[in-house]
């Protein structure tokens, strides 16, 4: 990764859709201080990062993952299965075709950012409730002349997108909370990294080379990540993650 987009949360935030996520509603300026580090981190690992202005009228925009998937010199627009998330797309598209031969995904498909999960030259995408049929099938005849596979994976009821439980460390790896999606459903993957079912939150991670951004506060996930080879950069999500969102939601990277 060399690039990465991002879009910092306005006060909307407050309005996030929430599905699972319980407690007290995201609080803004905490995020917008989280985000800050987050992005601080990228750029201290050599990532150029763009950053939009933020959306004061779109909750969720600084999810920027679900809005694209950005592969093998391609940008596709992805219709987000949540019809309110939609509107965030025009932003995104704007940045992305500056640099980026892109397509738009067209309706009946729907398919968010956060169910692909990119392991080298396969692309594993969660079929959940954000995520149809109809646009697993625009992304695999997108990358099938690329020389990218597209396989299906059922995401687990209850869980929002298929980031949500496992992230790619690099090309032979993967984090992947335990009792989530079975390790079956990932051919392919030279090796999985366990995540306690008490720590899933810390199976989304971003990684550039060597150096993993992970959650703060999952020590047994970052032991694990540390001794698999990786140096690990804790960052604080809580205010993410009362809006569902994890570390890869904030970018998109390529
Ligand atoms: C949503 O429900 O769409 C947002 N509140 C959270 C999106 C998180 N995105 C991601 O995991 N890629």
């Given at each position: ?12 935030l407050?309005?996030?859709v ?15 201080m989280?985000?800050a ?5 990228l ?25 694209a998937?950005?592969y ?15 509107p ?7 940045a992305l075709?500056?640099?980026?031969p ?20 396969t ?6 409730r ?10 695999r ?13 059922p995401?687990?009821a209850?869980?929002l997108?298929?980031q949500s439980?496992c ?9 992947l909370?335990?009792g ?12 999985i ?8 939150y ?7 080379g060597?150096?993993v951004?992970?959650?703060?506060g999952y020590p047994?996930?970052a ?9 690990v ?17 904030l970018?998109?990277?390529?």
């Amino acid at each position: 990764m060399e690039h990465a987009l991002v879009r910092p949360p306005s006060n909307a935030l407050r309005r996030a859709v929430v599905g699972n996520a319980a407690g007290p509603p995201p609080d803004p300026v905490r995020a917008r201080m989280q985000h800050a580090a987050y992005v601080a981190a990228l750029r201290d690992l050599g990532v150029v990062v763009k950053v939009l202005p933020p959306a004061e009228e779109e909750p969720d925009a600084c999810f920027v993952e679900d809005q694209a998937v950005v592969y093998a010199g391609i940008a596709v627009i992805t219709r987000c299965g949540h019809p309110a998330r939609r509107p965030e797309a025009g932003a995104i598209a704007d940045a992305l075709a500056v640099v980026l031969p892109l397509v738009r995904m067209e309706a009946p498909a729907t398919l968010d950012g956060g169910d692909v999960l990119p392991v080298g030259r396969t692309l594993f995408v969660g079929r959940s409730r954000r995520t149809n049929a109809a646009g697993i099938a625009f992304l695999r005849e997108v990358m099938a002349p690329r020389g990218i596979a597209v396989r299906e994976v059922p995401v687990p009821a209850g869980t929002l997108h298929l980031q949500s439980v496992c992230s790619a460390l690099d090309d032979d790896t993967v984090l992947l909370a335990r009792g989530t999606v079975p390790a079956v459903a990932l051919p392919g993957v030279a090796r999985i990294l366990e995540v306690p079912a008490e720590e899933a939150y810390a199976a989304n991670a971003v990684a550039v080379g060597e150096d993993v951004l992970l959650p703060a506060g999952y020590p047994v996930t970052a032991r694990r990540v540390a001794e698999a080879g990786y140096r690990v950069h804790p960052l604080p999500m809580d205010a993410f993650r009362a809006a569902d969102g994890a570390l890869t939601c904030l970018s998109l990277r390529w």
